[in-house]
T-cell receptor, first 114, second 111 residues
Framework: ELKVEQNPLFLSMQEGKNYTIYCNYS?????LYWYRQDPGKSLESLFV?????AVKQEGRLMASLDTKARLSTLHITAAVHDLSATYFC??????????????FGKGTKLSVKP | SQTIHQWPATLVQPVGSPLSLECTVE??????LYWYRQAAGRGLQLLFY??????ISSEVPQNLSASRPQDRQFILSSKKLLLSDSGFYLC??????????FGPGTRLTVT
């Protein structure tokens, strides 16, 4: 059974600081996704990582994927309050004939304080 | 562009009552569709997915069911709600890279 583990689950940061959220998964996969959820809202897609070594950046967020280590990271640079949200990683466990049944981590609740 | 709708947005239902939540997608054909539930402060649990009309796969046995009567319509139902059915229900469709796009959600409270 595929397991997706995120850490930390809770993260309190000061504005201007850098930090990294980790996503480990337990089986072979080359498809990993990052989502953001604001309180009371739905999920918003942030990044799609589809190969080993993939790196995507958007603003202060950068995501990377190491399929050999079964690890993805979401790096936050110079955090600002607007980044406060819960971040989920999700893994597609199927090779080839995928049906997109993603397995989600438990989420990392990020709070950025002045 | 593609959009996904869910209704109702919020729902309060007594235990034992029936449930019907609807999800529709616009701007795409034959999408894979998914129903998730998110309990308060928790992660997402995949309930059902569908790769086509009338094709439903269940991930978790429970008192919920799903149907896909039309290509871009996905319905989540229950004959008798339980307290444990409370949560935030999200519908999603999958794009080319199986990236999932989520609807706005339905917040269900069973009393």
């Amino acid at each position: 059974e595929l397991k997706v583990e995120q850490n930390p689950l809770f993260l309190s940061m000061q504005e201007g600081k850098n930090y990294t959220i980790y996503c480990n998964y337990s089986t072979t996969s080359d498809r990993l996704y990052w989502y953001r959820q604001d309180p009371g809202k739905s999920l918003e897609s942030l990044f799609v990582l589809l190969s080993n070594g993939a790196v995507k950046q958007e603003g202060r967020l950068m995501a990377s994927l190491d399929t050999k280590a079964r690890l993805s990271t979401l790096h936050i640079t110079a955090a600002v309050h607007d980044l406060s949200a819960t971040y989920f990683c999700a893994v597609d466990p199927h090779q080839g004939g995928s049906q997109g049944n993603l397995i989600f981590g438990k989420g990392t609740k990020l709070s950025v304080k002045p | 562009s593609q959009t996904i709708h869910q209704w109702p947005a919020t729902l309060v239902q007594p235990v034992g009552s029936p449930l019907s939540l609807e999800c529709t997608v616009e701007g795409t054909s034959n999408p894979n569709l998914y129903w998730y539930r998110q309990a308060a402060g928790r992660g997402l649990q995949l309930l059902f997915y569908s790769v086509g009309i009338g094709q439903i796969s269940s991930e978790v046995p429970q008192n919920l069911s799903a149907s896909r009567p039309q290509d871009r319509q996905f319905i989540l139902s229950s004959k008798k709600l339980l307290l444990s059915d409370s949560g935030f229900y999200l519908c999603a469709w999958a794009g080319i890279s199986y990236e999932q796009y989520f609807g706005p959600g339905t917040r269900l409270t069973v009393t």
